[in-house]
């Protein structure tokens, strides 16, 4: 009998509630039992020792997480950098509804196919001048080409923008283009890239800026509708000519000479319009602004100069609103054509033989930054629809 009761017995051991198997075979099985119910106690016991202390409450949570987790992957460098700039945004945001600009700073929130689609193309050309390549180091060719790209995404985003137009695009500037930068340009919208030098562009611009598929009189442009396209003219933007801008007019093309090179080549933009019988102008920020420091701006800033001219209609809110805090720039009281116009001629204001944008040492870093800003408007710009004939490449 004791033989026939021990099979009946078995059944019981494989119970995990029983308490009755023998010393031998309760060791056998309970010896499986580990791997399936210590991760749970562990689990547990950690839950329950982060409940008793509410000082390691957090820590307590985030180990029974992590037991439980296994190899999740962590959170992205991508989207770290989207939870700061989302908390850099309300914390500007409450900022501004204490400063009650909360509309403005909004407004400069929106996405760039809205700008766009907003923004209103007047008939007026900038021209950025690239005929200088030879004449650059390889470090300042690439801080142009971070300028001009800034220059794209500036024009873009601009809720008033001009026909813009890379000239002379045929060196080596253009060979970094090409492979470096992998032909960006080719995608951006609303911007010529030419092989002409600025002579025979602005001939060109003539024929894009007809109305209506040229632009529209609006803005600053919205008293001049009697406009004829005869009344436009040629200007080259040069610190060193004696004529001074005083306003924007349409049919009109701005030249900006593309050069950077810490101001070795003196007046040679200059001498390159008047042997080309251009007219030549400089912008009055002598007349609007009482400077720090050097005043000389990189071409993407005299670009977007310009484009908040045709917003504001200022000269000295324009130049307030673009010009680099560390230059210190501070609103003159005087008023133009006073004695303030006799310091003008010390002021490198458009300075078309410009330096490196911020001067930094890390061109490269630079470019980056500038390449990013425009992927970001021309990605965002695709998922609108096609820009205008007009207005393509």
Known sequence: MEDEGRPRKLPKLD????????????GALVSEQPDT?????TATATATATTENGEYEIVGANAAEESNAGDEPKISKRQMKKLRRREQRRAALE????DGTLAELKKSYERTPERFRKSKLLPMTLVIDCGYDELMLDKERISLGSQITRSYSDNSRSPFRSHLVVSSFNKLLKHRFDTVLAGMHQNWKGVRVLEDDFACVAEKAKEWMVVPAGGTFDGVFANMADAKPEDGEVVYLSSDSPNTLTELKPFSTYIVGGLVDKNRHKA???KAAVEKGIKTAKLPIGDYIQMASRQVLATNHVVEIMLR???LGDWGKAFLSVIPQRKGGTLKETTPGDSSRAESAEINETEDVVEDDAEVDDVEKEEAEAVKQAEQVT???MEEAPVDASEAN
């Open 379 to 381: 990605d965002q710009a």
């Open 37 to 41: 119910t210590a991760p749970e106690t």
């Open 95 to 98: 900022q501004a509804k204490e």
């Open 309 to 311: 001219w045709l917003e």
């Open 268 to 270: 040679i933009c200059y």
């Open 15 to 26: 119970h995990a509630e029983s308490q009755d198997s023998e010393p031998r075979m309760t």
